[in-house]
């Protein structure tokens, strides 16, 4: 079974950078697309990067574009969203989710999600 466990969210200052992290076990994840959403307060849970088990491709929303950057340790089976210049907009829940159905940028691609990690960012 799939477990994913995300770390590393806290309480920043905007224009700060943080490092989230997921851990994923239960499977071998070679064929997996991995990604990153999150769900801001009163809104829907929304895409904000995706890549593969290789790295070969990523993508990003819009809004985070060229300030976040998803990678993948396939040696600790560990996702990883680099977060710099953090806005207050960016507080959200944010979340890790895997499948074997190509790159998950969108909710209903995702099989396997992990419970969310925290980012409050202040002004």
């Known amino acids: 079974q799939v477990q994913l466990v995300e770390s590393g969210g806290g309480l920043v200052q905007a224009g700060d950078s943080l490092i989230l992290s997921c851990a994923a076990s239960?499977?071998?994840?070679?064929?997996?697309?991995m990604g990153w959403f999150r769900r801001a307060p009163g809104k829907l849970r929304e895409f904000v990067a995706a890549?593969?088990?290789?790295?070969?491709?990523?993508y990003y929303a819009d809004s985070v574009k060229d300030r976040f950057t998803i990678s993948f340790d396939n040696g600790k089976n560990t996702i990883y969203l680099q977060m710099n210049n953090l806005k207050v907009d960016d507080t959200a829940v944010y979340f890790c989710?895997?499948?074997?159905?190509?790159?998950?940028?969108?909710?209903?691609?995702?099989?396997?999600w992990g419970k969310g990690t925290l980012v409050t960012v202040s002004t």
């Open positions: 989710g895997m499948t074997r159905n190509g790159i998950p940028r969108s909710t209903n691609l995702v099989e396997h």
């Open positions: 239960g499977d071998a994840f070679g064929n997996y697309g």
């Open positions: 890549t593969t088990w290789s790295g070969a491709l990523s």
